[in-house]
């Protein structure tokens, strides 16, 4: 690549000296990517130049030029104002040096060239004690990075369309000159001048050049500059981008050099800022392609384009009448088949289990049932001595469960014949979890117990605190799980041996999953934690503004849960960043499920939602008679879920 | 095994096979389990507190893993043409007593600081200690009376975002144009978390190989990502150490996090882009790989810059995870 090699990796020297900022507030020259910058020699009030131009004041320092606002004493009787642009060389070496007093010359000559209202007249150009010197129009004024830190905030759309027309004017003008078009090459809001008539004045010629088809050095602003820069090409779709950039920063106040370079399209203008009309960031949009041909073909092109958004047609048209239509809000969601329904006799809290062509799901009417999967027909029930809310799971050819009898009951789960019971001291609300032979479960007696499934004889317990109503989940060599003591313990699968412990501020009745070496919890102190599986740490806290006792699910890059302040949120496993929420206005506690693309849960308003997982939008609803705190089961298509109307359901997926 | 196993899926695998895990055979695994004495056990043990073990015979406490034997060097070098150093460099490696069972926290920071009229350096000073302050008050402090609970994500991206807030009032102050990179990594148990800006590198070595963990914030860095630019061009790009992001440069700043476990990992380097600048990956993981010493091997990558011209000022900081 015909690149200038430098002496080393300088970190910006050299490359920002081909940098310059004329009459720019000197804030904006200091942007991030701005290097190592020797501070100018500023002359000071007073001093004479050529015996008449008299220097007033500084207005800005750049990479290689201050600019100062002077007087032309020449013209006795009228104050006439001029800007002074005084180049310095801080660059080390003699071939840079070189290069910038020649780009220094080029811009004067370019300058005296031009004849355009929004750009600058140059009076003179001369050496005076081994410095260069340019005379300039004085603009008054502000620059656009000024304007914009001052609106604290995105500037109005038409006043942004209004200077994107005349930028594109100024551009057409630029790129229509000839035998070369010239090619602007750093647009940007600090080299764009708003006058007091708000008309805009391009300022900063130092690195435009006459396009001579050959690969140059300079890139522009990171952050503004399009990709093909980088590469030292600089053809008129360039400006373009730049023009696209500065106009997307002017619409979003989201500074494009504080972001990585060439992710517009990752950060589309109406998601910044809704309130800009589609045809405008359409326009944007197109600017800032990464592909110069698919950009537009020229300024004038964009300029027309530009013409026809809402804001410019309605003021200079009168017609049309722009007004923004929002999008109905879909009121009736559309719902799903009942496959059937399987009525019991009290709430179905527990959360089915699908196996071997049959559901299994705990009642409060104290049984645990075994349903055919496919018609919902009775296959058996097994009846134990309280309410069953925890969830059944199977181990080969036994179903275990736990009930508010307290015991933990397994059953064969062809006939329902009793294998084994194991009795702990309290109610079982907690879940169990099944490693090869073992089965893991908490109970209100404050222990978490480790069970041989073939005998149901004790291997291990560990005691807390406080009931665990929590499930645990079994991840490497240990099991995780919450207690109403608050914390979340991380136990060794093999004796029940404490790795860690971890505190939340409130109890956890959420159950963990494991993803990327963490463990993801909810707890009652309204906070998903993301706990460093080795050794308890959060690694991240997502807040909400209620309990968390949903389970956490996780699905590709994602967490999903669902809060008892009415949302279900999808928050990024790796950050703990919310992607999307969903509000469905009344409490989940049941925890969603995800399948093919579809986040599956239940709501107290007594609906099963289906979102779609990649953005949270909604894509049926199923009403049942009573809140749904229990989680889904999917299996072919169908989603099985038990509602407090004393129902299981099975329903299309 | 680092799957969670929904309890709809039972493991597929025969149980007396893999009884073994828990029953504490080390062999075949069909010695059955003496389910009355069990019982009876568990019958008469009421006592609260911790586990009760099976047997005390056939189920020896666990011996914890052994915590890594951490050892750390960092050096910082001025090179072969600049005329100051403005790389800044900071290392802290602490047991912390832990109610069930002590973990090591290390904590390394490389700035690599730019700007005119000595900026450079006070700027990659200031980062470095705001960061260490930051996570000594807030991590460090409360580890020490045995409570951490505070999100480390959070943590690393506040303290490189407070680093960022000093630097950039002082340098409105002055009206310095000073910035610094800073990657900031903290080792806590056998996980790594690093809040990273600018160009200096976190890699992990392992037995694989040498791993980048960051990202440059470079645009030539991003044209590399995109495939619009090759990395052996890259190398001698003008704008190779153009940054778009670092710290002090403006008045908020976004940070990279990155957490990794350090699984089987050897090694962690920090090396900011005066060394991997001049001396490539292989060449670095050659001369990780083959000095044991952390202290001899940070001298050689080191040595490897210079002599390839150290055009740049040289940091490094090497941890030995093993």
Known sequence: MALIKKPGTTKGIGANASQSDAGADPQGTAAPGAGARIVAPVMQPGVILQGRYVIEGTLGIGGMSVVYRGRDLRFKDVVRPCAIKEMYQSAPDSNTRLLNLKNFEREAGLLATLQHPAIPKVFDFFEENGRVYLILELIHGKDLETVLSEAGGPLPEERVARWAVQLCEVLAYLHGQKPEPIVFRDMKPSNVMITPEDRIVLIDFGIARSLVRTRGTVIGTEGYSPPEQYKGIAEPQSDLYALGATLHHLLTASDPRTETPFTFHERPLRQLNPQVSPELAAVIEKALSYDMKTRWASAEEMRLALLQTPTLRTHSGGAATAGKVALPRVSSAPTTELVWRFVCEDEVRSSPCVSNGMVFVGCYDTNLYAVDAGRGEFRWKYATEGGISSSPAVWNDIVVVGSEDGAVYACDIRRGALRWTFRTGKPVRSSPRVLDRVIFIGSDDQHFYAIDGLRGAQIWKYRTWMPIRSSGCIAGESVYFGGGDGFVYALSIKNGGVRWKQRTQQPVISSPAFAENMVIVGSMDNTLYALDSEGGWPVWKFRTNHYVNSSPYVFGTRVFVGGVDGNLYAVELKNGKLAWKYDTGSQITSSPRVEQGRVYFGAADGCVYCLDAAHGTLIWRYETQGPVVSSPAISEGVVYIGSLDHALYALRA | ?322
């Open chain 2, 1 to 322: 095994m680092s799957e969670h196993t929904p309890p709809e899926q039972p493991d597929n695998s025969p149980p007396d096979q893999s009884a073994t895990w828990w029953s504490g055979d080390d062999g075949d695994g069909t010695r059955p389990l003496d389910t009355r004495a069990v019982m009876a056990q568990a019958d008469q043990d009421q006592r609260p507190g911790a586990t009760e073990p099976l047997d005390d015979e056939t189920l020896p406490r666990e011996t914890p893993p052994a915590p890594p034997a951490i050892a750390a060097a960092a050096m910082r070098h001025i090179g072969q043409i600049r005329e100051t150093n403005q790389d800044s460099i900071y290392t802290l490696i602490s047991s912390i007593p832990r109610e069930t069972g002590d973990a090591i926290l290390g904590l390394f920071i490389v700035a690599d600081g730019m700007g005119g009229h000595a900026g450079g350096e006070i700027a990659s000073r200031m980062a470095v200690s705001a960061v260490a302050r930051r996570i000594i008050a807030d991590l460090l402090v409360p580890a020490i009376e045995g409570a951490i609970n505070v999100s480390l994500q959070a943590l690393m991206v506040e303290a490189v975002q407070e680093a960022n807030r000093t630097i950039w009032e002082q340098a409105r102050l002055t009206g310095s144009d000073m910035g610094t990179t800073c990657t900031a990594a903290l080792l806590l148990g056998r996980s790594l978390y690093i809040g990273h800006v600018g160009d200096t590198r976190a890699y992990l070595i392992d037995a694989r190989g040498i791993h980048q963990l960051t990202s440059d914030h470079s645009a030539v860095g991003r044209l590399i990502d995109m495939g619009q630019l090759d990395p052996s061009e890259a190398r001698d790009h003008p704008l190779r150490s153009q940054l778009y992001r670092t710290v002090g440069q403006h008045p908020e700043i976004a940070v990279d996090l990155v957490f990794q476990p350090i699984g089987d990992a050897t090694h962690l380097l920090l090396a900011s882009d005066g060394l991997w600048g001049c001396v490539d990956d292989a060449a670095m993981l050659r001369i990780i790989q083959t000095i044991d010493s952390p202290q001899r091997a940070v001298r050689a990558l080191v040595d490897a810059a210079n002599r390839a011209g150290g055009p740049d000022n040289i940091s490094a900081v090497l941890v030995r995870l093993v």
